[in-house]
């Protein structure tokens, strides 16, 4: 779901929370986004780092590339979310 809101570019903002905890392979939170260049990386700015106990917060807007949407350079569609 991720993915495919990062890849429609529906996403303004991101927070992320950064836990002090080893899992191994751990749980993709983001997918493969397709992107293979360094000039084509989604970028955070205006971040501000909140320490929460002993985790971190990291809240900032998401910049995209220049260009289209690979999304809709391939004509794909994204369904809606809806939350209660």
Same mark, same amino acid.
């Given at each position: 779901?991720? /993915? %495919?809101?990062?890849?429609?570019?529906?996403?303004?903002?991101?927070?992320?929370?950064? *836990?002090?905890?080893? !899992?191994?392979?751990? +749980? @993709? *939170?983001?997918?493969? =986004?397709?992107?293979?260049? !360094? *000039?084509? +990386?989604?970028?955070? +700015?205006? /971040?501000?780092? /909140?320490?929460?106990?002993?985790? =971190?917060?990291?809240?900032?807007?998401?910049?995209?590339?220049?260009?289209? %949407?690979? %999304?809709? @350079?391939?004509? @794909?569609?994204?369904?809606?979310? /809806?939350?209660?």
């Amino acid at each position: 779901m991720i /993915t %495919a809101l990062l890849r429609a570019r529906l996403v303004d903002r991101l927070v992320v929370c950064i *836990a002090p905890k080893i !899992l191994g392979a751990g +749980t @993709e *939170a983001v997918g493969d =986004l397709g992107i293979r260049e !360094l *000039a084509r +990386t989604l970028i955070m +700015t205006d /971040t501000s780092v /909140t320490p929460y106990g002993v985790d =971190l917060v990291m809240d900032g807007r998401v910049r995209y590339p220049a260009g289209p %949407a690979d %999304a809709v @350079e391939r004509g @794909e569609g994204v369904g809606c979310v /809806t939350a209660s």
